[in-house]
T-cell receptor, first 113, second 114 residues
Framework: ETGVTQSPTHLIKTRGQQVTLRCSSQ?????VSWYQQALGQGPQFIFQ???????GRGNFPPRFSGLQFPNYSSELNVNALELDDSALYLC????????????FGDGTRLSIL | GESVGLHLPTLSVQEGDNSIINCAYS??????FIWYKQESGKGPQFIID?????DKRQGQRVTVLLNKTVKHLSLQIAATQPGDSAVYFC?????????????FGQGTELSVKP
């Protein structure tokens, strides 16, 4: 059984640029959630996708957007990057949006210069 | 408001001892709770979960206790090993009602001394 995989593992961008992060969900999982984790903090919920539709969203501005594809993989897009966007971006998949464990990938470390 | 807090930011234990990591949650409507372990450079790893209709759940070397009266969650690790050294997070969720949102605490760093 393949776990959650994310790419790239590390990325360096400059302010104002745009970035796309990718996530492949665990086999059999139809729900993907994205989180932002600042250094020394717990992950913060960005949004969740279920069967290609956004199922919930946290307190992040509209320049954070996402997609889920028919194979349940997902993308996180961030426009107009700011210095504060530097963080570890985590993707988690689960069997469904209900009370099921969310299983995480190892994240993409995004640095904004 | 929404918050999940941890009473102890750091915990140092001797190898072989039992560890207890505590967590307070603020939303009495939360119905599902998860403990995660995060090692340096890795994503959170699922340890154990518990639903609000349960008070206790046991796994391999780990036990989670839920006290809904005082909104408190704890993770007990038996016979702690050096490989248990990591940051531990508790997380709560309202499930579908909140768009599957997991609310994480700040984390507790567990250090196991050989």
């Amino acid at each position: 059984e393949t776990g959650v995989t994310q790419s790239p593992t590390h990325l360096i961008k400059t302010r104002g640029q745009q970035v796309t992060l990718r996530c492949s969900s665990q086999s059999g999982h139809n729900t993907v959630s994205w989180y932002q984790q600042a250094l020394g903090q717990g992950p913060q919920f960005i949004f969740q996708y279920y069967r290609e539709e956004e199922n919930g969203r946290g307190n992040f501005p509209p320049r954070f957007s996402g997609l889920q594809f028919p194979n349940y993989s997902s993308e996180l897009n961030v426009n107009a990057l700011e210095l504060d966007d530097s963080a570890l971006y985590l993707c988690a998949s689960s069997l469904d949006p209900g009370n099921q464990p969310q299983h995480f990938g190892d994240g993409t470390r995004l640095s904004i210069l | 408001g929404e918050s999940v807090g941890l009473h102890l930011p750091t915990l140092s234990v001797q190898e072989g001892d039992n560890s207890i990591i505590n967590c307070a949650y603020s939303n009495s409507a939360s119905d599902y709770f998860i403990w995660y372990k995060q090692e340096s450079g890795k994503g959170p790893q699922f340890i154990i979960d518990i639903r609000s209709n349960m008070d206790k759940r046991q796994g391999q070397r780990v036990t989670v206790l839920l006290n809904k009266t005082v909104k408190h969650l704890s993770l007990q690790i038996a016979a702690t090993q050096p490989g248990d050294s990591a940051v531990y997070f508790c997380a709560e969720t309202l499930g579908r009602n909140q768009g599957g949102k997991l609310i994480f605490g700040q984390g507790t760093e567990l250090s196991v001394k050989p």
